[in-house]
């Protein structure tokens, strides 16, 4: 037995033990991590073969094949009679079903399970906490009992499609579904510990979903769609330009024409088998514009899964994500049937990263000189380094870019002439544990708006 699985039946036995469920706010502080932070598992929404075309499931076996070599896989599907077919199937394609698990849950509503399953944040302790802001709250909250965790509702329509961070500097999310952006920034805040931004939605692209067409893929590193028609590419210009203003590295990835197609046959019988946002109406007639995009892929473990449609783009996109991912493999996998209905591998899929180790406490910062000295108390054993974040910026945390400046290994780091530069400078010390996966930060000095005056 793995120990990923390990943990993870570990984590089931104590279900009744401790199964919390409250919908309140958490009193605490929380750290989303970032998809390219590393993963105990993947949720994979498959539902039942034929569902989507046989082409989709070869798609989704793909999926499993390359993702259970790194981590543990979750395929949900709905009645437990979905498992055997499904079971046949990849086997029959000579895939290992090791470290490959069912989830049978009715509380499944599509095989879109990116936007209404669970996202997971760290406590400052490190351990898990689910958190939920879809259509449905049901499926989270199945997840959450499953496996012993508290869960907590976001109040916003935040469909987990149109969420990306990158672990921490910023939420960021298309302006699709935005009305009131300070009530929706506040709440993030009050949640997820960092400030949000939003982006310009690509054109006309029906659920208005930020991973259509960006994706984090590694700290300060985004990769965005391009496309020849300016029509389309206008929003995305704007939106590049304000990613690179906040100091990301962006790639741009040529993206195949928008082209219009008639619907597939079972969505125009039931439409609810389209991508689209909770509420929204299906399209008049029986067409409707597919967006075909590289940036829906699922990154799992030092892997990219890549959706390609036999598009002459198709290498030139996977070379620009070997670019922005130099230790990683990119792995093309054929998802023409799917993007039919509106989305892609990400689409389908529901990120479980590695449980967190604690933050450390009681950082404080006094000044020597030019000097400023930190220091804090270390968290229990496990953790092999601390990194220090650095922001200087009079202004404050959303409008600075911060830097990664030291990897420490003890529990103190001076900064030399640390004041030079600025006359507002703010710290962050995170924990790092041998699976490089990073604690929730630190108290940030200075109060709300992230920074201390070194003047004063």
């Known amino acids: ?104 849950t009715t509380t499944m509503v599509s095989v879109w399970v990116r936007d209404y399953g669970p996202s997971f944040a760290y406590k400052e302790n490190g351990v898990r906490v689910v958190l939920e802001g879809g259509y449905s709250d049901n499926f989270p909250h199945h997840v959450a009992g499953l496996w012993g965790l508290e869960h907590y509702h976001v109040p916003l329509n935040l469909q987990g499609g149109n969420y990306m961070t990158d672990g921490g500097r910023y939420v960021t999310i298309s302006e699709a579904p935005v009305s009131q952006e300070q009530f929706w920034d506040s709440t993030v805040r009050s949640y997820y510990d960092l400030p949000l931004h939003t982006l310009p939605k690509l054109q006309d692209e029906p659920c208005g979903h930020v991973d259509m067409y960006a994706r984090f893929v590694a700290p300060g590193v985004v990769v965005m769609s391009e496309y020849a028609d300016p029509y389309y590419n206008n929003n995305l210009d704007t939106a590049a330009l304000e990613l690179e203003n906040r100091g990301y590295t962006v790639y741009l990835v040529p993206t195949p024409p928008v082209y219009n197609s008639r619907l597939p ?51 030139d996109a996977e070379a620009i994500f070997q670019m922005a991912l130099p230790d990683h493999e ?43 000295v930190l220091s804090w108390t270390g968290p229990p054993i496990g953790v092999t380094s601390y990194r220090v974040y650095k922001r200087i910026n009079p202004l404050g945390f959303e409008l600075d870019i911060d830097e990664y400046v030291a990897e420490v290994a003890g529990t103190n780091w001076t900064d030399e002439n640390g004041l030079t530069g ?31 005056d070194l003047n004063q």
């Open 265 to 315: 046959e079972d969505a125009l019988a039931d439409p609810s088998k389209l991508h689209l946002p909770p509420g929204s109406k299906a399209p008049p007639g029986d067409r409707w514009d597919v967006f075909q995009t590289y940036t829906n892929g699922i990154q799992c473990n030092g892997k990219y899964l890549m959706p390609v449609y036999n598009h002459e783009f198709d290498d």
């Open 330 to 372: 990119i792995v093309p996998i054929l998802a023409t049937q799917i993007i039919l209905y509106g989305g892609a591998l990400h689409c389908t899929s529901s990120d479980i990263a590695m449980p967190a180790p604690a933050r450390p406490g009681n950082v404080a910062l006094s000044m020597s000189g030019s000097d400023v």
């Open 1 to 104: 037995m793995t120990d990923r699985r390990f943990r993870m039946l570990s984590a089931t036995l104590f279900l009744f033990i401790f199964v919390s469920l409250s919908t309140a706010q958490p009193p605490y502080e929380l750290r989303p991590p970032a998809e390219f932070e590393p993963h105990e598992a993947m949720l994979i929404g498959w539902g039942y073969l034929g569902s989507y075309g046989s082409r989709a499931d070869t798609m989704w076996a793909r999926a499993v094949e390359e993702i259970r070599e790194v981590a543990d896989v979750y395929i949900v599907v709905p009645y437990s009679a979905n498992q055997t077919p499904i079971t046949n199937f990849l086997t029959n394609l000579g895939i290992s079903m090791d470290n490959v698990n069912f989830m049978v």
């Open 422 to 452: 600025g006359d507002a400078v703010s710290y962050q010390i995170v924990s790092v544990n041998s699976n490089a996966v990073l604690s929730a930060f630190s108290e940030k000095i200075g109060g709300l708006d992230y920074t201390v």
